[in-house]
């Protein structure tokens, strides 16, 4: 087993289900049953998989509608490294590797993980509820197709008809690929200044919603003296805008990397924002937050390529099988 | 019965326009038969001919005009690849662009089947047959609407933003052309496109000029009189999609091929450069003709005298029975059949056709000389000339960004000699179009000739690098301002004019600001400039932008708009040296009438700028902006009502 002095992990275990309250109002969701075994045991497995000997959870308390990035915050003193985070509803047998190389690869601020969607559309089923319960968010991701670097990040409802492209956004990429029909994982790969710039700036409460998004954003813009300031508060602003630029220096020994090295890109020379996207096609990743997605991922559990455990375990003995119509190979009992 | 069909059309159709509605390469060649300037000591037209045959293709119809008809029909007989070719001609002299010869084509019947249609202007190897097998089954069993496929290039210089001028928005599984927008800047989107589909926003690809047609192409030319040039019927086909019920689609070429398009002299040399770097292999120069290639893409043609100590650098071509005099230096240049060149004579970046004789100790660079033209003694030609058919040069002459004709035929021309005549694009009145004639890129940046005649000769140098809509736009407020200076019009009424303006060339708000402030700044003509000093023309403008005060409020209103107003001023006085000597004081007045907050005017000065321009102002305002700190300080509780 490894030693993983470079990331430290984060498994964010506080969500309360608000999507599927029918499900979540006796247990948190977290422990919900996905076959057999609890929510959280799947990306915990990944995690063990990948040789993380240890890891911080965290659940739910007392603490009133904290957002992700909140939680994050308090936690902020005890992460020293680069942070992995996860949510527990993530379950997939994706390689974390290829995750981690791609971060590694690119010495990425930010690396968040997708999946393309799922091709086997064709195994449609009820799901038991409300028909109008199952809805999708559609977010807009736009990456590079070359670089797969992560270039806008939007959610449809934030526009009406048309949506503009900035053109600084164009001439940074020359071919950009949005898709709107990538399921974000809630796994990001970010580094410590990031957790610093979170600690610093406390309007920001949840990752996806808002941190994300001005990461990505920032990217794009010049680093400059002064930005725009906000009417709201313009002392903090001013503390805090060039904060994002100012916590992203890098450390003196990386400079002195990149001086010497003849490799990698001149164009990227200057940036100190990067973030990147990481699109993973054949492996089955499912977030089970919503009622569709849960009853889905209990149906094709079996099919992942993760240990649920011995065979015996699968059939529990103490089971009674009166059934005659029962398919050992798709089925889990307890 | 379509099996059947497809049966029977087993023979590609081609169809080659050859000629071009356009005057890009005059004087070196004109509209009608510019696709028989040599590249490379070969006709255009040639190269053209060869893909089409060595891609499997066996019908070619070409168009040419009347006019010029006789001499293609010649020159391509002695074409090597039209051998094997069945050539049909086809020509019309009511032709007047690209939508017009679909139509001609489209009454002539000539079309049984789907076609190639490209300009007689396409270097390249493609492979076009599988392309338009896939073309073919994608009308069978995807998409029938299917109307063409579009080649693109993809650039392979990630910072060729020059090259590609234009946004194309593809589905990513399909190919289909969803969204298309030559101007450079941002673009919106339709939502409803990214929501069905995952996209590809392509900003790399540059044209071919290749396409790929059905037979539905000419009638929905024929049926829309109005689509003149191509981008035309892209855009009209995407925006009545529905009613048309056609699609397109496009293909990318990417290693599997190779197609450059020659249009204006930017692109001219820039296939001139891959061909001399072998990527239209087989269509090299020793290939196709009788030269032998030496090491750093040197092309050496037959029967030559070159003296001993003549320097020949990195990719040169030098024309079969050509003498090159002692002491010699050539470099990256092409040079013609039978050409002679003196002694100690420099020649870089250039393109010297054939016949041509450049005496000695003459320099050229950068620069295009036609058809048996003569360069005597000492003579400098620098820097985008382009030099007609059968022009002499004086001894001592220096020439830079001038257009050289061998005869005056328009008496519009600045006699330089007996056979020079320098063509004066301001004075161009008659030419109506707007479009910008490019030469050569001689340096980091594109120079462009200006011949956009647009009503004021001292707006044109300005409006010749913004795109159109904009220039048109442009040039309308300054109509609008003039007229309503001169004739006391109400400001209201301005506004109104402004904003209809506006509307018609779908300018966005900011644009706009930038454009009014822009065209207040400019509205002295060039006479009026030089007759005034600096006091007086500063009062003068004083009192103009009093007047346009309702205008201007109107227009800066926020702090965006106020951004723009400071970049306009900027943009302006870069140009105008008058304006430059009173900046301060324009922007100084501006603050004083309210229009300009303190906030923008601080932030604009704190803004960092990389252009020595840039710095020198900001240096220039440092005392206003001292000056606006200190009554920042006194007066804090005014500042709210200012920066409103």
């Not at chain 1, 991922?297 to 015996?312: A, R, T």
């Not at chain 2, 990630?158 to 927008?181: C, E, K, M, W, Y």
């Not at chain 2, 091929?257 to 090299?284: I, K, M």
């Not at chain 2, 060039?526 to 205008?551: G, H, W």
């Amino acid at each position: 087993m490894q030693n993983w002095l470079e990331f430290q992990a984060v498994v964010m275990a506080a969500g309360k289900g608000s999507r599927i309250p029918e499900m979540t109002a006796t247990k948190p969701k977290c422990l919900l049953p996905v076959g057999n075994k609890p929510m959280i045991y799947y990306p915990l497995k990944l995690l063990e998989n990948a040789g993380f000997r240890d890891t911080k959870i965290i659940v739910a308390d007392n603490y009133a509608n904290w957002g992700t990035a909140d939680s994050l915050r308090h936690i902020s003193d005890y992460i020293l490294t680069d942070v992995i985070i996860l949510s527990c509803d993530l379950i997939t047998d994706v390689d974390l590797h290829q995750v981690l190389n791609i971060y590694r690869n690119n010495n990425a601020s930010l690396v968040s993980l997708y999946f393309s969607p799922s091709q086997d559309e064709q195994c449609v089923f009820t799901v038991p509820g409300l028909k109008s319960k199952n809805k999708f968010e559609k977010d807009i991701i736009g990456y590079d197709s070359k670089t797969s670097r992560l270039l806008l990040m939007a959610s449809a409802s934030d526009y009406e008809e048309t949506m503009p492209i900035s053109s600084s956004l164009l001439n940074k990429c020359s071919n950009l690929k949005l898709c709107s029909k990538l399921l974000d994982s809630h796994m990001y790969i970010m580094k410590r200044w990031l957790v610093n710039y979170l600690v610093k700036d406390v309007n920001i409460s949840t990752l996806k919603g808002e941190l994300l998004p001005f990461v990505v954003k920032k990217q794009l813009s010049k680093h400059c003296k002064n930005i725009e300031p906000n009417e709201k508060c313009i002392e903090d602003e001013e503390d805090e805008k060039p904060d994002i630029f100012n916590i992203s220096k890098e450390s003196d020994i990386e400079t002195k990397i990149r001086s010497m090295s003849c490799f990698g890109n001149t164009t990227n020379f200057e940036e100190m924002i990067k973030c990147y996207a990481c699109v993973i096609d054949s492996n089955i990743g499912i977030r089970a937050n919503t009622l569709y997605d849960y009853c889905r991922v209990n149906k094709i559990i079996h099919q992942l390529n993760i240990p649920l455990g011995e065979e015996k375990d699968k059939v529990s003995p103490e089971a009674e099988i009166l059934s005659n119509q029962f398919d050992k190979e798709t089925c889990l009992l307890a | 019965m379509s099996t059947n069909k497809v049966q029977k059309q087993d023979v590609l159709q081609a169809v080659v326009v050859a000629s071009f509605f356009h005057k890009n390469f005059w004087p070196a060649a004109d509209g009608d038969s510019a696709c028989l300037m040599p590249l490379v000591n070969r006709p255009l037209l040639h190269y053209t001919l060869d893909m089409l045959e060595s891609s499997g293709i066996v019908d070619v119809v070409v168009f040419c005009s009347s006019g010029s008809a006789d001499r293609i029909k010649d020159s391509v007989q002695l074409a090597s690849g039209a051998r094997r070719l069945n050539v049909v001609y086809t020509t019309s002299d009511t032709c007047r662009s690209f939508g017009d010869v679909l139509r001609h084509l489209d009454s002539c019947a000539l079309i049984r089947n789907d076609f190639v249609l490209l300009w007689g202007n396409v270097v390249g190897q493609l492979p076009l047959l599988p392309l338009v097998k896939r073309f073919k089954t994608l009308r069978q069993s995807g998409d029938r609407g299917a109307v063409m496929t579009i080649i693109y290039q993809r650039s392979g210089d990630p910072n060729a933003a020059s090259v590609a001028d234009q946004t194309i928005v593809l589905a990513a599984d399909t190919g289909r052309v969803l969204f298309h927008n030559r101007a450079r800047g941002k673009i919106s989107l339709p939502l409803e496109l990214v929501l069905d589909s995952t996209v590809d926003i392509r900003r790399d690809l540059v044209d071919t000029n290749v396409v790929i047609c059905s037979t539905a192409v000419p009638p929905l030319f024929a049926d829309n009189f109005d689509f003149q040039t191509k981008d035309d019927f892209v855009k009209g086909l995407l925006i009545n999609e529905e009613i048309l019920n056609s699609t397109l689609y496009a293909h990318v070429v990417d290693g599997d091929g190779y197609a450059g398009e020659v249009f204006d002299w930017p692109s001219y040399q820039r296939v001139t450069r891959d061909v001399l770097h072998r990527w239209t292999y087989p269509q090299v120069p020793e290939v196709v003709d009788k030269y032998s290639l030496r090491y750093g893409n040197v092309y050496i043609g037959e029967n030559l005298k070159l003296a001993l100590t003549c320097y020949l650098g990195n990719d040169t071509v030098v024309g079969s029975d050509s003498k090159f005099g002692s002491s010699t230096r050539i470099s990256n240049t092409v040079i013609g059949k039978n050409c002679t060149i003196g002694n100690n004579v420099t020649i870089e970046n250039s393109y010297i056709f054939n016949g041509v004789t450049v005496k000695d100790r003459s320099v050229i660079k950068f620069s295009v000389v036609g058809d048996n033209s003569m360069i005597k003694e000492n003579s400098h030609i620098t820097d985008s000339c382009i030099l007609g058919g059968g022009v002499v040069i004086e001894p001592n002459t220096d020439l830079k960004q001038l257009r050289i004709l061998s005869s005056d035929s328009t008496n519009k021309s600045k006699k330089l000699s007996a056979k020079a005549y320098a063509y004066n694009a301001e004075d161009d009145s008659d030419s109506e179009d707007d479009e910008d004639v490019r030469g050569l890129t001689f340096r980091k940046r594109t120079w462009s000739v200006n011949s956009c005649s647009s009503s004021d000769d001292d707006t044109a140098s300005v409006a010749a690098s913004i795109p159109d809509d904009t220039c048109m736009f442009y040039s309308e407020v300054v109509d609008s301002l003039i007229r309503g200076f001169e004739d006391h019009v109400h400001c209201d009424n301005l506004i109104l004019e402004i904003n209809s303006s506006r509307y018609a060339y779908n300018i966005n708000y900011r644009e706009a600001n930038f454009q009014v402030i822009r065209a207040m700044l400019t509205l002295n003509s060039k006479a009026e400039l030089e007759a005034l000093n600096q006091v007086r023309y500063y009062t003068q403008l004083q009192s103009k932008l009093d007047y346009f005060l309702p205008v201007l409020r109107n227009y800066i209103k926020t702090t965006d708009s106020c951004e723009d107003c400071l970049s306009a001023i900027e943009d302006i006085a870069k140009g105008e040296e008058l304006l430059n000597t009173v900046i301060v004081k324009v922007i100084h007045h501006l603050y004083n009438m309210n229009i300009l907050s303190e906030e923008s005017i601080l932030r604009w000065h704190e803004k960092e700028e990389d252009t020595q321009f840039a710095k020198t102002v900001r240096e220039k305002a440092n005392k206003l902006i001292e000056w606006l700190k200190d009554a920042e300080e006194e007066t804090d509780s005014d500042d709210d009502d200012d920066s409103s």
